[in-house]
């Protein structure tokens, strides 16, 4: 069973960059046809789809967040990154790392549209991350 692990500071200063690392088990990350993603769900919002990284090494990103988010892996350790640049208030949220092969079923664009929880195979538990000074 592949499983997920997110991990990352859980208090970050305004204009800093958050680091996440998404850490997987169970299954390699550049198995057919699987693409991992960023989503966030801020406090009392819904879920935001962030950016991905697909089985390929190809990289997507939500064109609201590109400036400032940048994705990657390291295939020898299993793992993918987000980075977040000059974060505010309005990135607090708990971070999941989700996967999905709906992507290669549907088209890329599907990445787009705001994340329904069932829609993905695989999902972290979740990692608070709190922008404060």
């Known amino acids: 069973q592949v499983q997920l692990q997110e991990s990352g500071p859980g208090l970050v200063k305004p204009s800093q960059t958050l680091s996440l690392t998404c850490t997987v088990s169970?299954?390699?990350?550049?198995?057919?046809?699987?693409?991992w993603s960023w989503i966030r769900q801020p406090p009392g919002k819904g879920l935001e789809w962030m950016a991905a990284?697909?089985?390929?090494?190809?990289?997507h990103y939500n064109p609201s967040l590109r400036s400032r988010t940048d994705i990657s892996w390291d295939t020898s350790k299993n793992q993918f990154t987000l980075q977040l640049t000059s974060v505010t208030p309005e990135d607090t949220a708990v971070y999941y790392c989700?996967?999905?092969?709906?992507?290669?079923?549907?088209?890329?664009?599907?990445?787009?549209?705001?994340?329904?929880?069932?829609?993905?195979?695989?999902w972290g538990q979740g990692t608070q991350v709190t922008v404060s000074s």
């Open positions: 989700a996967s999905s092969t709906r992507p290669a079923q549907y088209g890329e664009s599907w990445l787009y549209a705001t994340p329904v929880q069932k829609e993905y195979d695989y």
């Open positions: 169970g299954g390699s990350i550049t198995t057919n046809y699987y693409y």
């Open positions: 990284i697909a089985y390929s090494g190809s990289t």
